[in-house]
C-alpha cells in the first residue's frame, strides 16, 4: 500500500491499562506527526518527528504519552495508565520533508475506547 | 501561534448546488500555509485544497476552489457542483515556522439528493 497505514483499528482497553499505538508512514517521508481527535472536535497535536533530530513533544497532554520513532520508519505513540479522556480518535500523518508548505498525508486512525 | 475558526458546525446543499463553508484564522507569521481537507464516515483525512499565502491568486481543485481574503484573514473553500461523495466533515487547517497543522473544529456538509 503506499498510505499512511495504522494499527490496531479500534482499541477497547480498560482504565488503567497501557496501550500501543503503530504508524507506517509513507516511504521515504521524512516527517511524521500524531494527532488527536476527541469526538465531535478537530485535531489536536500530540508530536513531530523529523528524521533523527529530537521530536517536538510540545503537544503531549501528559507525561503518561510517549512516542517512538526509529529513523524513517515505524512510530509507536504508547499511552501509559489509561484514563477515560484519553478515548478519541489517534492519527498519524507523514510528510515528505518538513515544513509547514509540506502536505500531511493521513492515516485511517485508530479508535480508542478507554471503558 | 495560530488560531483557526469555523463557524457553522452544520451546513447542507441540495445535489448539484454551491456551498461555501468559512474559516477564519489568526497568525502573527508572514510565511502560512492554509489547508482544506475532507473526513468522510472512513475517518481517512483526505486533502482538499492548499493556499500559500504569499500567493494572491486563488487556489482551484476542479469542483473546488477558495476565496482567500488575506487582510480578512478568511480562507472559505466553494464546492461547485455538489455530489453526494462530498458528504463529509470539512476542516480548514494553517500551519506555518510551526510544522503541525492547526485546525478548526469542522464543518459537517451533507448533499441532499
Known amino acids: 500500500g503506499a498510505g499512511v497505514s495504522q494499527s490496531p483499528s479500534n482499541k477497547v482497553t480498560e482504565k488503567g491499562k497501557d496501550v500501543e499505538l503503530r504508524c507506517d508512514p509513507i516511504s521515504g517521508h521524512t516527517a511524521l506527526y500524531w494527532y488527536r481527535q476527541r469526538l465531535g472536535q478537530g485535531l489536536e497535536f500530540l508530536i513531530y518527528?523529523?528524521?533523527?533530530?529530537?521530536?517536538?513533544k510540545s503537544g503531549l497532554p501528559s507525561d503518561r504519552f510517549s512516542a517512538e520513532r526509529t529513523g524513517e520508519s515505524v512510530s509507536t505513540l504508547t499511552i501509559q495508565r489509561t484514563q477515560q479522556e484519553d478515548s478519541a480518535v489517534y492519527l498519524c500523518?507523514?510528510?515528505?520533508?518538513?515544513?509547514?508548505?509540506?502536505?500531511?498525508?493521513f492515516g485511517p486512525g485508530t479508535r480508542l475506547l478507554v471503558l | 501561534a495560530q488560531t483557526v475558526t469555523q463557524s457553522q458546525p452544520e451546513m447542507s446543499v441540495q445535489e448539484a448546488e454551491t456551498v461555501t463553508l468559512s474559516c477564519t484564522y489568526d497568525?502573527?507569521?508572514?510565511?502560512?500555509?492554509l489547508f482544506w481537507y475532507k473526513q468522510p464516515p472512513s475517518r481517512q483525512m483526505i486533502l482538499v485544497i492548499r493556499q500559500e499565502a504569499y500567493k494572491q491568486q486563488n487556489a482551484t481543485e476542479n469542483r473546488f476552489s477558495v476565496n482567500f481574503q488575506k487582510a480578512a484573514k478568511s480562507f472559505s473553500l466553494k464546492i461547485s457542483d455538489s455530489q453526494l461523495g462530498d458528504t463529509a466533515m470539512y476542516f480548514c487547517a494553517a500551519s506555518g515556522s510551526a510544522r503541525q497543522l492547526t485546525f478548526g473544529s469542522g464543518t459537517q456538509l451533507t448533499v441532499l439528493p
Open positions: 518527528f523529523q528524521g533523527n533530530s529530537a521530536p517536538d
Open positions: 497568525t502573527s507569521e508572514n510565511n502560512y500555509y
Open positions: 500523518a507523514s510528510s515528505l520533508a518538513p515544513g509547514g508548505r509540506e502536505t500531511q498525508y
